[in-house]
């Protein structure tokens, strides 16, 4: 019988399977609100970009009619 090892996550889980309730859902919240900061800290990189994309002239920008015509024109 060959055994696996077990992955990174699987024992991470299998860690907090032996914590009580309460730690478990303290674990969760503080995933998630990790998760939620990684994803702020994402979408203000984005911002950035986009704001040195527009200051430098390489961004382009308008209403959706406009983005359909310049697709329409680049093909």
């Known amino acids: ?19 009580d309730a309460d ?3 303290a674990v969760i919240e503080i995933v998630r ?4 900061e990684r994803r ?3 979408i203000a990189e984005n911002a950035r970009s986009a704001v040195r ?5 390489k961004a382009r920008y308008g209403t959706v009619s406009d983005l359909r015509r310049d697709v329409a024109e680049d093909r």
């Open 23 to 25: 730690d478990q859902r």
């Open 40 to 42: 702020r800290a994402e």
């Open 53 to 57: 994309a527009c200051r430098e002239g």
């Open 33 to 36: 609100q990790r998760l939620v």
């Open 1 to 19: 019988m060959s055994t696996t090892t077990p992955t990174p996550i699987q024992q991470a889980l299998d860690q907090i399977e032996g914590l």
